[in-house]
Nanobody, 119 residues
Framework: QVQLVESGGGLVQPGGSLRLSCAAS??????????WYWYRQAPGKQRELVAV???????NYADSVKGRFTISRDNAKNTVYLQMNSLKPEDTAVYYC???????????WGQGTQVTVSS
C-alpha cells in the first residue's frame, strides 16, 4: 500500500504563488513509481490533469498552466512538488496527487488540498 499526503494549499491573491507537496510512504520508491500526477477539480467541474512527471523526469502540463506551473520530484524523499506561479482565480480547485506504480501495480490518490485564488 502507498499513502499520499498533500500539503501547501491555501488562499492566495491573483498573481501570487504556492508550492504544493505530495509526500509518499509505504511500498513506493523511485524504481516502482512509474508516474506522478497532479490533478485538480473545481466546483461543478470534472477532475482534470494538471501536470505529470514520469521516467527520466519527463514532464507534461495542461495548456492552461504551461509556463506558470512546474512539477518536480525528490526521489530521496519520495516527494513530488507543484510550484504554481502567476496564479489566477480559475486555478481555484482542490488539487490531488496521484501516483501509479508497478511491482506491485497500484494507483493511489491523496486526500486533496484546497487552493483558492481570490482578492
Amino acid at each position: 500500500q502507498v499513502q499520499l499526503v498533500e500539503s501547501g494549499g491555501g488562499l492566495v491573491q491573483p498573481g501570487g504563488s504556492l508550492r504544493l507537496s505530495c509526500a509518499a510512504s509505504g511500498s513506493i520508491s523511485s524504481t516502482n513509481a512509474m508516474g506522478w500526477y497532479w490533478y485538480r477539480q473545481a466546483p461543478g467541474k470534472q477532475r482534470e490533469l494538471v501536470a505529470v512527471i514520469a521516467g527520466g523526469d519527463r514532464t507534461n502540463y495542461a495548456d492552461s498552466v504551461k509556463g506558470r506551473f512546474t512539477i518536480s520530484r525528490d526521489n530521496a524523499k519520495n516527494t513530488v512538488y507543484l510550484q504554481m506561479n502567476s496564479l489566477k482565480p480559475e486555478d481555484t480547485a482542490v488539487y490531488y496527487c496521484n501516483v501509479r506504480t508497478i511491482a506491485p501495480t497500484g494507483n493511489y490518490w491523496g486526500q486533496g488540498t484546497q487552493v483558492t485564488v481570490s482578492s
